[in-house]
T-cell receptor, first 111, second 113 residues
Framework: QKEVEQNSGPLSVPEGAIASLNCTYSDRGSQSFFWYRQYSGKSPELIMSIYSNGDKEDGRFTAQLNKASQYVSLLIRDSQPSDSATYLC???????????FGAGTRLAVHP | DVKVTQSSRYLVKRTGEKVFLECVQDMDHENMFWYRQDPGLGLRLIYFSYDVKMKEKGDIPEGYSVSREKKERFSLILESASTNQTSMYLCASQRTGNYYEQYFGPGTRLTVT
């Protein structure tokens, strides 16, 4: 069973701090990795994708991938209350079109 | 910009009714997916389709069927709705290729009474 694990949270951070969200996956053949943001009652929105080891930055977001450790993370700099949401990690196992989703980490940014 | 639309945001149906949920994407994507999302259980894949008239079962297909007569449209059918099918239903679209990102519609919150 291919798995994607996330800490359910809530992760509580003060406004302006860095929020660090983590995800581990079981399939060593995984090729592509994604972070989705989901506000309460809304659908998931793709915010970051990463395909090779290292860091990828987009605005206040940085995705980090370490395939050897089977670990992917999302850093949110200068966290804002509007970043409060559930963040889903998704992984594409090698050889499949499907994505395997983690259960999500709830982030709460307090003023 | 990828756009995925779903026929209803909220739907209330009675037990035993046949329910149709429709999803349309405007980006000529080959692959389409139906998920349900429940508190504590995360996203679960019901069915997916790689091409017109093609379908494959996901992790929880029981009680559901699908139809894909046109590339842009993927329908989820609850043959006889039951209360345990009360859930948020999410459709997603994906281009065949090397990157696999999926784009979601707004979701349909279905309540079966």
């Amino acid at each position: 069973q291919k798995e994607v694990e996330q800490n359910s949270g809530p992760l509580s951070v003060p406004e302006g701090a860095i929020a660090s969200l983590n995800c581990t996956y079981s399939d060593r053949g995984s090729q592509s990795f994604f972070w989705y943001r989901q506000y309460s009652g809304k659908s998931p929105e793709l915010i970051m994708s990463i395909y090779s080891n290292g860091d990828k930055e987009d605005g206040r977001f940085t995705a980090q991938l370490n395939k050897a450790s089977q670990y992917v993370s999302l850093l949110i700099r200068d966290s804002q209350p509007s970043d409060s949401a559930t963040y889903l990690c998704a992984v594409n196992p090698g050889g499949y079109n499907k994505l395997i989703f983690g259960a999500g980490t709830r982030l709460a940014v307090h003023p | 910009d990828v756009k995925v639309t779903q026929s209803s945001r909220y739907l209330v149906k009675r037990t035993g009714e046949k329910v149709f949920l429709e999803c349309v994407q405007d980006m000529d994507h080959e692959n389409m997916f139906w998920y349900r999302q429940d508190p504590g259980l995360g996203l679960r894949l019901i069915y997916f389709s790689y091409d017109v008239k093609m379908k494959e079962k996901g992790d929880i297909p029981e009680g559901y069927s699908v139809s894909r007569e046109k590339k842009e449209r993927f329908s989820l059918i609850l043959e006889s709705a039951s209360t345990n099918q009360t859930s948020m239903y999410l459709c997603a679209s994906q281009r065949t290729g090397n990157y696999y990102e999926q784009y979601f519609g707004p979701g349909t919150r279905l309540t079966v009474t």
